[in-house]
């Protein structure tokens, strides 16, 4: 059974941009769900869904965004990149909501701003 | 608010040993308490998932135990390897709260 596959794996943007990344969960988990790492934060979370509605949103300006589409894959996009947001993206896949479910995580983005 | 605190921040143990990691949250309704390993630039790997009706899980050298009436989960290591080191965080709440991890350097 195919993990969570998240695109890009790394990738070089300067402040301004707009990024948008990719995650693909675990075939018959609905449920995905968002990370930032930072060394200085830690893991923080941006916003979860589930079956395309958003069910959950961390404490993150409006330039953070996401989606899900019905094959329950998902997008973040991050819009006027500024430095502070060069991290670790990192998604998780679950079976089900309000967590309840184990959480499967992928490999992450790593995003660089410039 | 729910708050997660993973006490050493850092621990470095000479090969064989055994060790406890800890994992304290402020508020006990909880759904279920999952560890995981993260390897330096990797995502994040899911050791064991206890679920609130549960006392404690057992995977291999690991064991982790759960009290929701003390807010604490402990994470047993038996026999560590170098293998082991990592960062080791606890999540509660489901997904959104995580600690901060405690560093594991077993040394050879």
């Known amino acids: 059974k195919a993990g969570v596959t998240q695109t890009p794996r790394y990738l070089i943007k300067t402040r301004g941009q707009q990024v948008t990344l990719s995650c693909s969960p675990i075939s018959g988990h609905r449920s995905v769900s968002w990370y930032q790492q930072t060394p200085g934060q830690g893991l923080q979370f941006l916003f979860e869904y589930f079956s395309e509605t958003q069910r959950n949103k961390g404490n993150f300006p409006g330039r953070f965004s996401g989606r899900q589409f019905s094959n329950s894959r998902s997008e973040m996009n991050v819009s006027t990149l500024e430095l502070g947001d060069s991290a670790l993206y990192l998604c998780?896949?679950?079976?089900?909501?309000?967590?309840?479910?184990?959480?499967?995580f992928g490999e992450g983005s790593r995003l660089t701003v410039l | 608010k729910q708050e997660v605190t993973q006490i050493p921040a850092a621990l470095s143990v000479p090969e064989g040993e055994n060790l406890v990691l800890n994992c304290s949250f402020t508020d006990s309704a909880i759904y279920n308490l999952q560890w995981f390993r993260q390897d330096p630039g990797k995502g994040l790997t899911s050791l064991l998932l206890?679920?609130?009706?549960?006392r404690e899980q057992t995977s291999g050298r690991l064991n982790a135990s759960l009290d929701k009436s003390s807010g604490r989960s402990t994470l047993y290591i038996a026999a560590s390897q170098p293998g082991d080191s990592a960062t080791y965080l606890c999540?509660?709440?489901?997904?959104?709260?995580f600690g901060d991890g405690t560093t594991l350097t077993v040394k050879p």
């Open positions: 206890i679920q609130s009706s549960q």
């Open positions: 998780a896949s679950s079976p089900g909501t309000s967590g309840t479910g184990e959480l499967f």
């Open positions: 999540a509660v709440e489901g997904k959104s709260t």
